[in-house]
Each structure stands twice: as structure tokens, then as C-alpha cells.
């Protein structure tokens, strides 16, 4: 069982954030800073539950 603040934790959350930023950052890694909104077809086909599992 994973605690808050733990190896194991720490590192689930920064793989999912590593995911997410590179699906929806990879096409203009730029937009991040200089858009002023993240277009929603970069992000709404990422779906996961948590540690990471892709949900069907």
C-alpha cells in the first residue's frame, strides 16, 4: 500500500504527470507558455484512473 510522501508514490505521480505532459505538450511544447488555453483535443482522448492504468 502506497502512503502519501512515499518512494512508490512520489514516483506513480511523476509518471503520471510525465504522461500527461508529453501526450499533450509533445505536438507544441511552446503552448504550455504561450497559449492562453490548451486546445481540449489534446487532452480529452488521456483518460486514467490512478497509477498511471489507461481506462477503455
Known amino acids: 500500500m502506497q502512503k502519501f510522501g512515499d518512494a512508490a508514490c512520489i514516483l506513480c505521480d511523476a ?11 509533445a505536438p507544441d511544447p511552446e503552448a504550455f507558455i504561450i497559449e492562453p488555453v490548451i486546445p481540449a483535443q489534446r ?7 490512478p497509477h498511471g492504468k489507461r481506462l477503455p
Not at 504527470?17 to 501526450?23: D, E, G, N
Not at 487532452?43 to 484512473?49: I, S
Open 43 to 49: 487532452w480529452k482522448d488521456l483518460r486514467t484512473e
Open 15 to 25: 509518471n503520471g504527470l510525465f504522461r500527461v505532459t508529453r501526450h499533450v505538450l
